[in-house]
């Protein structure tokens, strides 16, 4: 369970990886076979030992990586006009998840990029109805986004790259797929991808057909299936010169250009939620071919399942408005027990999400930290039990190890990796069950009850010392009275060095209460009261021990 425990150093961007944006003339562009096709092609490379559910061939492939042991992987990135919720975070975690089997159980390199959406129409609507510009709100959801996921323990990518940074690239990009036949600009200033030019190649995530019926179309556009790659600019809107007039870029264009500006043609892993598989990830794709005369960008797309809320067949989003924020999940749960709920499905699945499920995931991090601290205290000499068959252990730990190594490579399939490390959990319990804690007997009951007493009162009055600091002065200060904020400075700093001095104490408590804990003498610090209690089997009541002012 390493994997939910600290964070990975991120890796540095490498050098050569291809060509970005407009590179190299278009004449020296392999041209596309004219037999037009929508079939995977596995890629040429190293097997990495995976095999991974890809979304362009709708069964299970190895993974192979054009570079061993590196795994170049783009990742859709939030549009920051809001907070960011659970449904996002699910997404987030999972691939977080991924990433760090990846990294930790196969030794892959993983090079990431994620793209940050900062301007868009909700961003334009929203910054009008706060009466700021699109610009600063997006920096501070941004800033918010970041700060989530460091709360999630998710791993920051390699690189953020932000749409408004990247303008000139996009514009570069729009004209090399202009010049390839597949998009053409319109009176009005906007500028779209022609599907039906691309034929039977559209629909390679979807069975939607580029030569299906059209609804009515009331735009510039020349058909409605046709996606936007420029938009014109509206009035007082925030915008950028192009050679096709003021305006910003459609939302498809920018994670193209992006990804192509680090990683050129040559992609691993492209990740997202089930939601962007079409239109978005499906326009990626048609833009990125088209644009690197390649047949075929991206060799594995792999998408998260749906966050359900209990009893709704319809997943968690904001339009929907029955969302739950991820500041205000974790003034409840913490970021070890989401992914833990994340680790007990499969990552392409859809998932209810209830307090329920929440309090299982709960249970199964109690356990796992149970069995530890009894296998640490056992380690120790603080529990007595009947001989530990070790040979049966070992066996076990090495046959879990196969299980889980062998789970994580057929499509990361945590849920059977927890089963399996579970399993060994319990049969472990099973060898420490005969454990016998310090129990109170005969005549000896008595005194050691008193002793325990004493203990408790004797722990309760050094932690009264240790936390009675002194109150901080009630002085009224005076704008420009030097010597009034003077004195309220030496007081802060008095107070500071106080708890340094006295931390010691409050430790040595803490301690205390863990190490009786091992003997099943459980000691509670409740406010104004400590109380103490023998575990089951302990055969005595509560104790209470009052503390003294």
Not at 48 to 56: D, E, H, L, T
Not at 238 to 250: D, E, N, Q
């Given at each position: 369970?390493?994997?939910?425990r600290?964070?990975?150093?991120?890796?540095?961007?490498?050098?050569?990886?291809?060509?970005?944006?407009g590179?190299?003339?278009?004449?020296?562009?392999?041209?596309?076979?004219?037999?037009?096709?929508?079939?995977?092609?596995?890629?040429?490379?190293?097997?990495?030992g995976?095999?991974?559910?890809?979304?362009r061939?709708?069964?299970?492939?190895?993974?192979?990586l054009?570079?061993?042991?590196?795994?170049?992987?783009?990742?859709?990135?939030?549009?920051v006009y809001?907070?960011a919720h659970?449904?996002?975070a699910?997404?987030?975690?999972?691939?977080?998840?991924?990433?760090?089997?990846m990294t930790?159980?196969?030794?892959?390199?993983?090079?990431?990029?994620m793209?940050?959406?900062?301007?868009d129409?909700?961003?334009?609507?929203?910054?009008?109805?706060?009466?700021?510009?699109?610009?600063?709100?997006?920096?501070i959801?941004?800033e918010?986004?970041?700060?989530?996921?460091?709360?999630?323990?998710?791993?920051?990518?390699?690189?953020?790259?932000?749409?408004?940074?990247?303008?000139?690239?996009?514009?570069?990009?729009?004209?090399t797929?202009?010049?390839?036949?597949?998009?053409?600009?319109?009176?009005?200033?906007?500028?779209?991808?022609?599907?039906k030019?691309?034929?039977k190649?559209y629909?390679?995530?979807?069975?939607?057909?580029?030569?299906?019926?059209?609804?009515a179309?009331?735009?510039?556009?020349?058909?409605?299936?046709?996606?936007?790659?420029?938009?014109?600019?509206?009035?007082?809107?925030?915008?950028?010169?192009?050679?096709?007039?003021?305006?910003?870029?459609?939302?498809h264009?920018?994670?193209?250009?992006i990804?192509?500006?680090?990683?050129g043609?040559?992609?691993d892993?492209?990740?997202?939620?089930?939601?962007?598989?079409?239109p978005?990830?499906?326009?990626?794709?048609?833009?990125?071919?088209?644009?690197?005369?390649?047949?075929?960008?991206?060799?594995?797309?792999?998408?998260?399942?749906h966050l359900?809320?209990?009893?709704?067949?319809?997943?968690?989003?904001?339009?929907?408005?029955?969302?739950?924020?991820v500041k205000?999940?974790?003034?409840?749960?913490?970021?070890?027990?989401?992914?833990?709920?994340?680790?007990?499905?499969?990552?392409?699945?859809?998932?209810?999400?209830?307090?329920?499920?929440?309090?299982d995931?709960?249970?199964?991090?109690q356990a796992?930290?149970?069995?530890?601290?009894?296998a640490?205290?056992?380690?120790?000499?603080?529990?007595?039990?009947?001989?530990?068959?070790?040979?049966?252990?070992?066996?076990?730990?090495?046959?879990t190890?196969?299980?889980?190594?062998?789970?994580?490579?057929?499509?990361?399939?945590?849920?059977?990796?927890?089963?399996?490390?579970?399993d060994?959990?319990?049969?472990g319990?099973?060898?420490?069950?005969?454990?016998?804690?310090?129990?109170?007997?005969?005549?000896?009951?008595?005194?050691?009850?008193?002793?325990?007493?004493?203990?408790?009162?004797?722990?309760?009055?050094?932690?009264h010392?240790?936390l009675?600091?002194?109150?901080?002065?009630?002085?009224?200060?005076?704008e420009?009275?030097?010597?009034?904020?003077?004195?309220?400075?030496e007081?802060?700093?008095?107070?500071?060095?106080?708890?340094?001095?006295?931390?010691?104490?409050?430790?040595?408590?803490?301690?205390?209460r863990?190490n009786?804990?091992?003997?099943g003498?459980?000691?509670?610090?409740?406010a104004?009261?400590?109380?103490?209690?023998?575990?089951?089997?302990?055969?005595?009541?509560?104790q209470q021990?009052?503390?003294?002012?």
């Amino acid at each position: 369970m390493t994997m939910l425990r600290g964070a990975a150093a991120a890796v540095a961007v490498r050098c050569g990886l291809g060509p970005g944006p407009g590179g190299g003339e278009v004449a020296a562009r392999r041209c596309c076979s004219a037999a037009r096709r929508r079939e995977w092609v596995p890629p040429v490379g190293r097997d990495s030992g995976i095999v991974a559910y890809n979304s362009r061939s709708r069964t299970k492939e190895p993974l192979v990586l054009a570079k061993d042991r590196v795994a170049t992987w783009y990742s859709c990135g939030p549009t920051v006009y809001d907070h960011a919720h659970l449904g996002h975070a699910c997404s987030y975690v999972r691939f977080d998840i991924i990433r760090r089997i990846m990294t930790k159980f196969f030794g892959i390199e993983v090079i990431m990029v994620m793209g940050i959406t900062d301007i868009d129409d909700k961003i334009i609507k929203r910054a009008n109805e706060m009466n700021m510009s699109p610009v600063a709100l997006a920096r501070i959801y941004e800033e918010d986004f970041k700060q989530d996921m460091a709360a999630l323990k998710v791993l920051p990518p390699t690189v953020y790259m932000r749409v408004t940074e990247n303008i000139p690239q996009i514009i570069s990009f729009i004209e090399t797929v202009i010049a390839n036949g597949q998009a053409y600009a319109t009176s009005q200033g906007n500028v779209y991808f022609d599907v039906k030019s691309w034929g039977k190649r559209y629909g390679v995530l979807t069975t939607i057909s580029a030569d299906a019926q059209d609804e009515a179309v009331n735009t510039d556009k020349r058909h409605g299936k046709d996606f936007a790659l420029w938009k014109a600019a509206k009035p007082q809107e925030l915008s950028w010169t192009s050679p096709w007039g003021k305006g910003r870029p459609g939302w498809h264009i920018e994670c193209s250009t992006i990804s192509s500006a680090v990683f050129g043609k040559q992609l691993d892993i492209h990740t997202g939620g089930i939601d962007l598989a079409f239109p978005h990830h499906e326009n990626e794709i048609a833009q990125c071919e088209v644009y690197h005369q390649c047949e075929q960008w991206g060799n594995y797309f792999l998408h998260s399942g749906h966050l359900h809320v209990k009893g709704s067949q319809e997943k968690m989003s904001k339009s929907l408005k029955n969302y739950i924020t991820v500041k205000d999940f974790l003034k409840k749960f913490s970021s070890d027990q989401f992914r833990m709920y994340c680790l007990r499905s499969r990552y392409s699945s859809a998932v209810e999400f209830s307090d329920e499920s929440m309090d299982d995931a709960k249970n199964l991090l109690q356990a796992i930290s149970s069995f530890i601290k009894d296998a640490n205290a056992y380690i120790k000499g603080q529990l007595i039990c009947d001989p530990v068959r070790e040979d049966i252990l070992w066996e076990r730990l090495a046959s879990t190890k196969v299980t889980v190594k062998a789970s994580f490579a057929d499509d990361f399939d945590t849920s059977r990796a927890v089963a399996a490390i579970m399993d060994l959990i319990h049969h472990g319990n099973r060898q420490l069950k005969a454990v016998t804690k310090v129990a109170l007997r005969g005549d000896n009951s008595a005194v050691l009850s008193n002793v325990i007493d004493e203990l408790v009162q004797f722990r309760t009055k050094v932690r009264h010392y240790a936390l009675a600091l002194p109150e901080a002065a009630e002085t009224a200060l005076v704008e420009g009275d030097a010597g009034a904020k003077g004195s309220k400075q030496e007081e802060k700093e008095k107070r500071q060095q106080l708890m340094r001095e006295r931390r010691p104490l409050l430790e040595a408590c803490d301690s205390l209460r863990e190490n009786l804990a091992a003997f099943g003498i459980h000691i509670k610090d409740r406010a104004a009261v400590s109380t103490w209690e023998m575990a089951e089997g302990g055969g005595q009541a509560e104790q209470q021990a009052q503390e003294k002012s």
